[in-house]
């Protein structure tokens, strides 16, 4: 075991706690923690190896030495511990809530120390982020945008004021007046449009992307706030803890008395709508002063005295309308509703202050006008008194449809001050409520994480997605990362007709609708989609006791939340009644009427086809998620045509308190901020990156205009050869220049127009141009005279080819012709040979013979100079020449005849038979040559058909062996897929159960914390099918501990049992090295480079290994295996270092191995330059060779295997202690 490794391992309060490895399970590791607390068991994928260096802090997340959760926390944990809240991942920059005043960290001075730096140069700073968005302006002329996001009191409120005095104040004009107003405009949008809650004091509640507009020259030329949501049902009522909207209390606190008179305002007490549940004072706000501020922005982003009061008298009503009391009206047998007599005196004020009519007011707010179709009187209008209920709801609506159309107007004036003619690109700043969570969540929190599911999909797809198609494009060799895709979810939510914002709209429509039939309408429609469940799934009392048709669940991308459905019709429809709207419009107060009659043009505005029913309070309108809908369809449309960049802010802790870091806390946050896929990416990924054009531009007038010249990339290419920068912390692709995490604020440094080094590094670049065209023309000269080489080869090659063709050619043509003139040559000197025969004859005999001699010769010659001279085919020549044959053949019988008869020497007779017998011979000579030709051709044919069958049959085999690899291949990518499915589910289900443990962390409630760790929940449904399929075998091993496991091994003298736990041993052993591989340490972390881990065994069994079988392979069943046939098998593998490869001596490296059975007993490895290692199993297992010898391919392997005297020489050579086999041990 790894003693003293130290781990990181899951716990749910910190995080993760640092420990020590105590044992190496089946599919677990089992954690000592330092802190002293009871062991932990987690699945090897919860557990994540530990820096050496625990206080040690990096400013990129990408610099860690392990990139991991548990290493990317304690980073953000110790950095903030020292007060350093920001941390970037690549370039996304994390932001952790201090939670109090940190001193000069914005001060004007940083302002100017961060302006045109690179990101990377400086520590981390939102304001970097800022100027990495205008830089990009600059240089790709692309509007950009900063999507800040994280959860109620992260801090993204005030991480956006700091964005803004960043750009108005380091790129603005300096005459101040816009950029003032720009900043100016946040204390008016929060005393109007934020409230404390029981997360944050100040808690924005209302979404806005606020563009900062830049001209030609890239100078702030003004401004736009685009707003999302105001949540509407605060007007009315608040949760316990929790206060109205900042300016009501302001006002009624800082108003002077003379406006307080005016608007008949007495203390916030007194106010219903403020009073309920909620709290009045605020320690942490001064609302004195705050109005007092709140005064002053409006004057400077241009609203005067008198229009100021105008908004205050609108503010004023609302409050008095919190005030109206209603009673039922028992005499109306159908039931109405009247104004309470004491508050008929609020009445009177609110008519005051909205320019109505008192008694038209009170009629509106009890009764509604109805106007019959065509069943009824043409033109007669009815009024229909309201219940009392139904009069309550209608005066609430009032005072909700006041207060949005005075934000509105609030917004317009804001945007009045920073108004502009044109521009030319702009930063658009995003600040909207992130995932919201609570034990019920009602139609808000529906569109707000609704909202964050739309903007988590675009972080996925510009930070994950987009970035790694460019990687392709690019060419960049890059590990692909998976991440979760939640589009199921938006269309869970969006989706045309099924979705949940449409099937609300549809139940509006019904005449009978209600939440309930809503609730059950979803559940049907969606019966077992992945991320909706219902609320007898969770795990809180609250929710669980809740029917199915009382709410539903949604699994979002960062947990699953429970929506509980009543008032989910009421809140998706902002429609008034018609008389209310009608005594609004009709306001003798022309502030209020132009407020309330453009809150009426928005609406209809955003629906065209829609038509106001009349009378009817059923959907009119557009509801309030169809036009969330197509809104933050248009918040993406500009997202995506801009640059993006993200600041993801952290809550570090539930008390909104300094200095207290909750590490289960911000983990959770870390990973729906999606950091991990981010470091995943990162590993290899390159974030930053400059066209090649775009880089000659910036850099061209830093350098002389010999190098200007080039083309962009030669130019980048010298560039960056000079600066020195090292080859992999950066890459070229096909049109851009990418860096590592963190590099190119190093060049950038490097080729910094200030720097002194300059000089130096323009005489370098020049000198290393010259150099570089030096050998360029040394090549180019060298590959000339290699190419003329080749044609001069080439040349001498084509004549002997010719030679060879010509010769082939006329061999083909002429043999058969030569081979018979030969034969005719050698018949010519029989026939001279017969001449010499026939001198011994007698005369008579002789001059008959002679005469036939000569016209056989005579006929021999003229068909020699015929086959010469003319082309004749073979047949032809074969019978001309047999015929020629059988003559001479015929002459020589006769000469035997007359030999006979004669009878006269008997020498000359043997002379005859000898010359007979030679010609016989020679005959016969021939007629073997021309048999044996025939059949070296014949089997030279049947050979060609043999290779050819052969050649075919293997074609078939190969095609065979493809298509089984393709099958192999498809059912892997299904498996593949499948096991991502389940992955998918677990780590939904993790996140699900990570919310519910923060939730019962925040409400106090054990049950859930105690009952599940979040451990349990990442076994995958593999682990569990491998786990059944173990218990089925002889030796369940499973739950023993590594070390008993060891003892066996080393004490037993049960060889099945032996079998058994070696097999079980070597597998966790190799499960824990795959671990450690898949956690190794990270290349660009300084402190691991030139760093070598020990190697267990030659990289190239390791690789035949991978391709023998996976790592965790279940073990095969122990064989029943005798002491004495346990086989001892030796090897001896060299080591080659890739850079000295094919080099003798010094490089070269031994790997002995023996192996007793099928696991590994000693090993010895000698590295070059290093003390030999000699290892035994039982003792240095977890250095050694943790495979199986059929899985090393070793005994396939040529060469590998040694004789037992050679291992055992070397052993004892080296010192090894004596080795004893288990399977001598003795019962
Ligand atoms: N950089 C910072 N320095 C000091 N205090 C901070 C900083 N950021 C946030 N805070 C503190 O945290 C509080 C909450 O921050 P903020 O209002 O920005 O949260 P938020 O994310 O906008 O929350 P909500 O979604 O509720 O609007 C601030 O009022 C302030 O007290
Ligand atoms: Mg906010």
């Given at each position: 075991m790894d003693e003293g490794r130290k781990i990181w391992a899951p716990d749910n309060v910190h995080g993760f706690v640092l420990g020590t490895i105590s044992d190496l399970g089946v599919d677990t590791i089992t954690i000592q923690p330092l802190n002293g607390q009871d062991a932990i068991a987690a699945p090897y994928d919860s557990v994540f190896p530990a820096a050496d260096d625990s206080l040690g802090d990096v400013d990129d997340n990408c610099k860690l030495m392990y990139l991991n959760e548990a290493t990317l926390l304690e980073n953000v944990r110790v950095r903030y511990s020292k007060d350093k809240i920001y941390t970037y991942t690549a370039n996304i920059l994390i932001a952790v809530n201090p939670y109090h005043d940190m001193g000069t960290l914005y001060s004007s001075s940083q302002v100017a120390k961060y302006k045109g730096q690179s990101l990377g140069t400086l520590p981390p700073h939102v304001f970097a982020i800022a100027d990495k968005a205008y830089r990009d302006i600059r240089n790709l002329r692309q509007s950009q945008s900063i999507v800040v996001s994280g959860e109620s009191g992260a801090g993204k409120t005030e991480s956006t004021k700091y964005i803004i005095r960043y750009l108005t104040e380091a790129w603005g004009t300096g005459a101040g007046a816009i950029e003032q107003r720009l900043n100016e405009a946040n204390?008016?949008?929060?005393a109007f449009g934020n409230a404390r809650t029981i997360r944050n004091h100040n808690s924005s509640r209302f979404g806005k992307f606020v563009e900062i507009h830049f001209d030609a020259e890239d100078k702030v030329v003004g401004g736009f706030v685009s707003h999302y949501l105001l949540e509407k049902s605060r007007v009315c009522a608040q949760l316990r803890g929790e206060r109205n909207y900042h300016i009501f209390y302001q006002l009624c606190a800082g108003a002077s008395a003379e406006t307080r008179k005016k608007l008949h305002l007495a203390a916030a007490e007194g106010s219903k709508y403020l009073n309920k549940e909620g709290v009045i004072a605020d320690p942490l706000t001064n609302d004195v002063k705050a109005f007092q501020i709140v005064q002053g922005a409006l004057e400077k982003i241009g609203v005067s005295e008198s229009d100021k009061m105008k908004m205050f008298r609108v503010v004023a009503a609302v409050l008095h309308l919190g005030n109206v009391q209603f009673a039922a009206d028992t005499s109306n047998p159908k039931g109405g509703s009247f104004v309470q007599p004491q508050s008929k005196d609020s009445v009177d004020v609110i008519a005051e202050l909205l320019g109505l009519e008192s008694s038209d007011l009170e009629a509106a707010l009890?009764?509604?006008?109805?106007?019959?179709?065509?069943?009824?009187?043409?033109?007669?209008?009815?009024?229909?008194?309201?219940?009392?209920?139904?009069?309550?709801?209608?005066?609430?609506?009032?005072?909700?449809?006041?207060?949005?159309?005075?934000?509105?107007?609030?917004?317009?004036?804001?945007?009045?001050?920073?108004?502009?003619?044109?521009?030319?690109?702009?930063?658009?700043?995003?600040?909207?409520?992130?995932?919201?969570?609570?034990?019920?969540?009602?139609?808000?929190?529906?569109?707000?994480?609704?909202?964050?599911?739309?903007?988590?999909?675009?972080f996925n797809n510009r930070v994950l997605k987009e970035e790694q198609e460019l990687y392709v494009k690019e060419g960049l060799d890059v590990e692909v990362v998976t991440f979760a895709d939640n589009q199921d979810c938006i269309d869970l939510i969006e989706a045309k007709s099924v979705g949940i914002i449409d099937l609300l709209d549809e139940e509006s429509r019904l005449p009978q609708?209600?939440?309930?039939?809503?609730?059950?309408?979803?559940?049907?429609?969606?019966?077992?989609?992945?991320?909706?469940?219902?609320?007898r799934d969770t795990k809180f009392a609250v929710t669980k006791s809740m029917r199915d048709d009382e709410g539903f669940v949604v699994r979002h991308f960062a947990g699953a939340v429970c929506y509980k459905a009543a008032g989910f019709i009421d809140k998706n429809n902002d429609a008034l009644h018609e008389n209310l709207e009608i005594l609004m419009i009709d306001s003798k107060e022309a502030f209020v009427k132009s407020i309330f009659e453009s809150y009426l043009k928005k609406q209809e505005a955003t629906s065209p086809q829609s038509k106001r029913k009349s009378g009817g309070r059923k959907l009119a309108l557009v509801s309030i998620g169809s036009k969330f809908k197509s809104q933050l369809a248009d918040l993406m449309g500009k997202l995506k045509s801009t640059g993006a960049s993200f600041v993801r802010c952290i809550k570090p802790n539930l008390k909104n308190a300094p200095s207290?870091?909750?590490?289960?806390?911000?983990?959770?946050?870390?990973?729906?901020?999606?950091?991990?896929?981010?470091?995943?990416?990162?590993?290899?990924?390159?974030?930053?990156?400059?066209?090649?054009?775009?880089?000659?531009?910036?850099?061209?007038?830093?350098?002389?205009?010999?190098?200007?010249?080039?083309?962009?990339?030669?130019?980048?290419?010298?560039?960056?050869?000079?600066?020195?920068?090292?080859?992999?912390?950066?890459?070229?692709?096909?049109?851009?220049v990418f860096f590592r995490p963190g590099k190119f604020a190093e060049f950038d440094q490097i080729v910094e127009p200030d720097s002194g080094r300059r000089t130096a590094l323009v005489s370098k670049t020049v000198l290393w141009f010259v150099k570089a065209r030096w050998r360029k023309a040394q090549y180019a000269v060298l590959s000339i005279i290699k190419l003329m080489k080749k044609i001069q080869y080439r040349a001498n090659s084509r004549i002997v080819i010719q030679k060879t063709a010509k010769m082939y050619l006329a061999k083909k043509k002429h043999q058969q012709r030569f081979k018979i003139a030969s034969k005719l040559k050698m018949l010519l000197e029989r026939l001279t040979f017969m001449r010499t025969l026939v001198q011994s004859l007698n005369k008579s005999s002789q001059e008959r013979l002679l005469a036939t001699i000569e016209t056989y010769e005579n006929g021999v010659n003229s068909m020699l100079t015929k086959v010469k001279s003319t082309e004749m085919n073979r047949i032809v020549l074969q019978a001309k020449y047999k015929e020629l044959l059988a003559k001479v053949h015929s002459l020589l019988e006769t000469l035997e005849t007359a030999q006979k008869q004669q009878k006269v020497e008997a020498s000359n007779a043997t002379a005859m038979r000898v010359a007979f017998e030679a010609e016989k011979q020679s005959r016969e000579e021939m007629e073997l040559r021309e048999r044996q030709e025939d059949e070296a051709r014949k089997e030279k044919a049947e050979m060609e058909a043999r290779r050819k069958k052969e050649e075919e049959e293997a074609r078939k085999q190969q095609a065979l062996l493809e298509q089984e690899k393709a099958a192999k291949a498809l059912q892997e990518k299904l498996i593949a897929e499948e096991e991502a499915k389940k992955m998918k589910i677990t780590e939904q289900e993790r996140r699900d159960h990570e919310l519910a443990l923060r939730l019962a962390q925040e409400s106090g409630d054990q049950s859930v914390a105690a009952k599940s760790t979040r451990q349990s929940l990442r076994r995958s449904v593999l682990v569990t099918e491998k786990q059944e399929a173990r218990a089925q075998q002889k030796h369940d091993l499973s739950q023993w501990k590594y070390a008993e496991l060891r003892d066996v091994i080393n004490t037993s003298c049960d060889?099945?049992?032996?079998?058994?736990?070696?097999?079980e041993f070597h597998r966790r052993l190799k499960v824990y090295h795959a671990w450690k591989l898949k956690n190794k340490k990270n290349v660009d972390a300084a402190t691991s480079k030139g760093e070598e881990d020990h190697k267990r065994a030659p990289d190239a069994i390791i690789e035949t290994a991978k391709l023998s079988s996976p790592p965790e392979a279940a073990p095969k069943k122990p064989q029943e295996v005798q002491p004495a046939e346990v086989p001892q098998r030796y090897f001896r593998v060299p080591f080659v270092r890739p850079s000295q490869k094919g080099q003798p001596g010094q490089s070269k490296g031994w790997w002995y191995a023996h192996f007793d059975g099928n696991w590994i007993a000693r090993q010895i490895d000698m590295y070059p330059g290093k003390k030999p290692v000699l290892l035994v199993a039982g003792k240095n297992d977890i250095d050694m060779c943790e495979l199986s010898l059929t899985e090393t391919g070793l005994t396939r392997k040529k060469g590998a295997e040694i004789l037992p005297q050679q291992f055992e020489e070397q052993w004892s050579r080296l010192g090894g202690p004596q080795y004893s086999r288990p399977a001598n041990r003795k019962k």
């Amino acid at each position: 075991m790894d003693e003293g490794r130290k781990i990181w391992a899951p716990d749910n309060v910190h995080g993760f706690v640092l420990g020590t490895i105590s044992d190496l399970g089946v599919d677990t590791i089992t954690i000592q923690p330092l802190n002293g607390q009871d062991a932990i068991a987690a699945p090897y994928d919860s557990v994540f190896p530990a820096a050496d260096d625990s206080l040690g802090d990096v400013d990129d997340n990408c610099k860690l030495m392990y990139l991991n959760e548990a290493t990317l926390l304690e980073n953000v944990r110790v950095r903030y511990s020292k007060d350093k809240i920001y941390t970037y991942t690549a370039n996304i920059l994390i932001a952790v809530n201090p939670y109090h005043d940190m001193g000069t960290l914005y001060s004007s001075s940083q302002v100017a120390k961060y302006k045109g730096q690179s990101l990377g140069t400086l520590p981390p700073h939102v304001f970097a982020i800022a100027d990495k968005a205008y830089r990009d302006i600059r240089n790709l002329r692309q509007s950009q945008s900063i999507v800040v996001s994280g959860e109620s009191g992260a801090g993204k409120t005030e991480s956006t004021k700091y964005i803004i005095r960043y750009l108005t104040e380091a790129w603005g004009t300096g005459a101040g007046a816009i950029e003032q107003r720009l900043n100016e405009a946040n204390p008016v949008l929060e005393a109007f449009g934020n409230a404390r809650t029981i997360r944050n004091h100040n808690s924005s509640r209302f979404g806005k992307f606020v563009e900062i507009h830049f001209d030609a020259e890239d100078k702030v030329v003004g401004g736009f706030v685009s707003h999302y949501l105001l949540e509407k049902s605060r007007v009315c009522a608040q949760l316990r803890g929790e206060r109205n909207y900042h300016i009501f209390y302001q006002l009624c606190a800082g108003a002077s008395a003379e406006t307080r008179k005016k608007l008949h305002l007495a203390a916030a007490e007194g106010s219903k709508y403020l009073n309920k549940e909620g709290v009045i004072a605020d320690p942490l706000t001064n609302d004195v002063k705050a109005f007092q501020i709140v005064q002053g922005a409006l004057e400077k982003i241009g609203v005067s005295e008198s229009d100021k009061m105008k908004m205050f008298r609108v503010v004023a009503a609302v409050l008095h309308l919190g005030n109206v009391q209603f009673a039922a009206d028992t005499s109306n047998p159908k039931g109405g509703s009247f104004v309470q007599p004491q508050s008929k005196d609020s009445v009177d004020v609110i008519a005051e202050l909205l320019g109505l009519e008192s008694s038209d007011l009170e009629a509106a707010l009890t009764g509604r006008i109805m106007t019959p179709g065509k069943a009824g009187g043409k033109g007669t209008v009815y009024r229909i008194s309201l219940k009392l209920h139904e009069a309550v709801a209608a005066c609430d609506a009032f005072a909700k449809a006041l207060y949005v159309s005075l934000f509105d107007h609030v917004v317009e004036k804001v945007n009045q001050g920073f108004s502009f003619k044109e521009s030319s690109t702009y930063i658009g700043i995003l600040d909207i409520a992130g995932f919201e969570f609570y034990q019920t969540n009602g139609y808000e929190q529906f569109c707000i994480n609704y909202c964050n599911e739309k903007l988590q999909q675009f972080f996925n797809n510009r930070v994950l997605k987009e970035e790694q198609e460019l990687y392709v494009k690019e060419g960049l060799d890059v590990e692909v990362v998976t991440f979760a895709d939640n589009q199921d979810c938006i269309d869970l939510i969006e989706a045309k007709s099924v979705g949940i914002i449409d099937l609300l709209d549809e139940e509006s429509r019904l005449p009978q609708s209600s939440d309930m039939h809503f609730c059950q309408v979803l559940h049907d429609k969606h019966k077992k989609h992945f991320r909706l469940a219902f609320p007898r799934d969770t795990k809180f009392a609250v929710t669980k006791s809740m029917r199915d048709d009382e709410g539903f669940v949604v699994r979002h991308f960062a947990g699953a939340v429970c929506y509980k459905a009543a008032g989910f019709i009421d809140k998706n429809n902002d429609a008034l009644h018609e008389n209310l709207e009608i005594l609004m419009i009709d306001s003798k107060e022309a502030f209020v009427k132009s407020i309330f009659e453009s809150y009426l043009k928005k609406q209809e505005a955003t629906s065209p086809q829609s038509k106001r029913k009349s009378g009817g309070r059923k959907l009119a309108l557009v509801s309030i998620g169809s036009k969330f809908k197509s809104q933050l369809a248009d918040l993406m449309g500009k997202l995506k045509s801009t640059g993006a960049s993200f600041v993801r802010c952290i809550k570090p802790n539930l008390k909104n308190a300094p200095s207290t870091f909750m590490g289960g806390e911000v983990l959770s946050q870390l990973h729906s901020a999606g950091m991990m896929s981010v470091l995943d990416l990162m590993d290899d990924g390159y974030p930053t990156r400059t066209p090649f054009h775009g880089l000659h531009e910036l850099y061209k007038n830093r350098v002389p205009s010999t190098l200007t010249s080039l083309d962009a990339k030669s130019f980048c290419e010298a560039l960056f050869k000079t600066v020195g920068m090292h080859e992999s912390d950066y890459k070229f692709g096909e049109t851009s220049v990418f860096f590592r995490p963190g590099k190119f604020a190093e060049f950038d440094q490097i080729v910094e127009p200030d720097s002194g080094r300059r000089t130096a590094l323009v005489s370098k670049t020049v000198l290393w141009f010259v150099k570089a065209r030096w050998r360029k023309a040394q090549y180019a000269v060298l590959s000339i005279i290699k190419l003329m080489k080749k044609i001069q080869y080439r040349a001498n090659s084509r004549i002997v080819i010719q030679k060879t063709a010509k010769m082939y050619l006329a061999k083909k043509k002429h043999q058969q012709r030569f081979k018979i003139a030969s034969k005719l040559k050698m018949l010519l000197e029989r026939l001279t040979f017969m001449r010499t025969l026939v001198q011994s004859l007698n005369k008579s005999s002789q001059e008959r013979l002679l005469a036939t001699i000569e016209t056989y010769e005579n006929g021999v010659n003229s068909m020699l100079t015929k086959v010469k001279s003319t082309e004749m085919n073979r047949i032809v020549l074969q019978a001309k020449y047999k015929e020629l044959l059988a003559k001479v053949h015929s002459l020589l019988e006769t000469l035997e005849t007359a030999q006979k008869q004669q009878k006269v020497e008997a020498s000359n007779a043997t002379a005859m038979r000898v010359a007979f017998e030679a010609e016989k011979q020679s005959r016969e000579e021939m007629e073997l040559r021309e048999r044996q030709e025939d059949e070296a051709r014949k089997e030279k044919a049947e050979m060609e058909a043999r290779r050819k069958k052969e050649e075919e049959e293997a074609r078939k085999q190969q095609a065979l062996l493809e298509q089984e690899k393709a099958a192999k291949a498809l059912q892997e990518k299904l498996i593949a897929e499948e096991e991502a499915k389940k992955m998918k589910i677990t780590e939904q289900e993790r996140r699900d159960h990570e919310l519910a443990l923060r939730l019962a962390q925040e409400s106090g409630d054990q049950s859930v914390a105690a009952k599940s760790t979040r451990q349990s929940l990442r076994r995958s449904v593999l682990v569990t099918e491998k786990q059944e399929a173990r218990a089925q075998q002889k030796h369940d091993l499973s739950q023993w501990k590594y070390a008993e496991l060891r003892d066996v091994i080393n004490t037993s003298c049960d060889i099945e049992l032996l079998e058994a736990c070696r097999a079980e041993f070597h597998r966790r052993l190799k499960v824990y090295h795959a671990w450690k591989l898949k956690n190794k340490k990270n290349v660009d972390a300084a402190t691991s480079k030139g760093e070598e881990d020990h190697k267990r065994a030659p990289d190239a069994i390791i690789e035949t290994a991978k391709l023998s079988s996976p790592p965790e392979a279940a073990p095969k069943k122990p064989q029943e295996v005798q002491p004495a046939e346990v086989p001892q098998r030796y090897f001896r593998v060299p080591f080659v270092r890739p850079s000295q490869k094919g080099q003798p001596g010094q490089s070269k490296g031994w790997w002995y191995a023996h192996f007793d059975g099928n696991w590994i007993a000693r090993q010895i490895d000698m590295y070059p330059g290093k003390k030999p290692v000699l290892l035994v199993a039982g003792k240095n297992d977890i250095d050694m060779c943790e495979l199986s010898l059929t899985e090393t391919g070793l005994t396939r392997k040529k060469g590998a295997e040694i004789l037992p005297q050679q291992f055992e020489e070397q052993w004892s050579r080296l010192g090894g202690p004596q080795y004893s086999r288990p399977a001598n041990r003795k019962k």
